[in-house]
């Protein structure tokens, strides 16, 4: 191996590290910063909560709205939270405030069981309510010509701003890379 070829095998591994943290960060970055997964929190959402939840988390439905939900809750052990979430009709039947408190407001509509959702999914979708309530993921879209409507379709838009940062530094080294590559005299031997 030559030595122009052992420089660009580096640079080459160089670069792909670049990119893989670049993108890791990115994906980081649009799951909310490690305070649950929102991507995999709305797929979860869709799956288990939406037949009863509004989307937009401010309107209720057969359900609550879910604006605000860890506030209500903050009273109580965040575990209290966990088991309401898994199993609404045990927390009502051991006479828990709070869930005695929504089943008077909502019955005869009771939440169904979730018994095999993990602390991290519960935590996954929470982060997902928040998101949407604060615009990060999945803004409702306004029609066009109401209030706001460049508004919400610009809080749909990802920055991409680190990622496309990382690709110019990335097209620049190979950009270099080449250039010496280019330059260098070749000689066979």
Same mark, same amino acid.
């Given at each position: 191996?030559?030595? +122009?070829?052992l420089? %660009?095998?580096? %640079? ?11 993108? +890791?960060?990115?994906?980081?970055? &649009? #799951?909310?910063?490690?305070?649950? *997964?929102? !991507? $995999? ?6 799956? !288990?909560?939406?037949?009863?939840? *509004?989307?937009?988390m401010?309107d ?9 939900? !860890? ?8 575990? #209290?939270l ?5 199993? &609404? ?11 005695? $408190?929504l ?9 169904q @069981?979730f018994?095999n ?5 519960? #935590?996954n979708?929470?982060?997902?309510v #928040? /998101?949407?309530?604060?615009g990060a %993921?999945?803004? =409702? ?5 109401? =209030?706001?409507? /460049?508004?919400?379709?610009?809080? !749909?838009? =990802?920055?991409?701003? =680190?990622?496309?940062?990382?690709? @110019? %530094? ?12 280019i +330059?260098?005299?070749? +000689?066979?031997?």
């Amino acid at each position: 191996m030559t030595g +122009s070829q052992l420089f %660009i095998n580096r %640079i080459s591994t160089v670069v792909l590290l670049l990119l893989v943290a670049v993108l +890791s960060f990115a994906q980081d970055a &649009a #799951d909310g910063g490690g305070a649950g *997964n929102m !991507q $995999e929190g709305k797929t979860l959402f869709r799956n !288990q909560c939406a037949t009863c939840h *509004n989307r937009n988390m401010k309107d209720n439905m057969t359900g609550p709205a879910l604006v605000g939900t !860890q506030a209500r809750w903050a009273a109580y052990p965040k575990e #209290d939270l966990y088991n309401w979430i898994r199993n &609404a009709p045990a927390m009502i039947s051991a006479g828990h405030p709070r869930a005695v $408190e929504l089943w008077n407001q909502y019955k005869p509509n009771q939440m169904q @069981a979730f018994p095999n959702l993990t602390d991290a999914q519960i #935590d996954n979708i929470l982060a997902y309510v #928040d /998101g949407v309530v604060a615009g990060a %993921i999945d803004a =409702p879209v306004k029609v066009v010509g109401t =209030p706001d409507a /460049g508004a919400a379709t610009a809080a !749909q838009k =990802p920055n991409n701003t =680190p990622l496309f940062i990382a690709l @110019a %530094i990335i097209l620049a080294i190979l950009a270099v890379v080449l250039a010496r590559i280019i +330059s260098t005299p070749y +000689s066979s031997g």
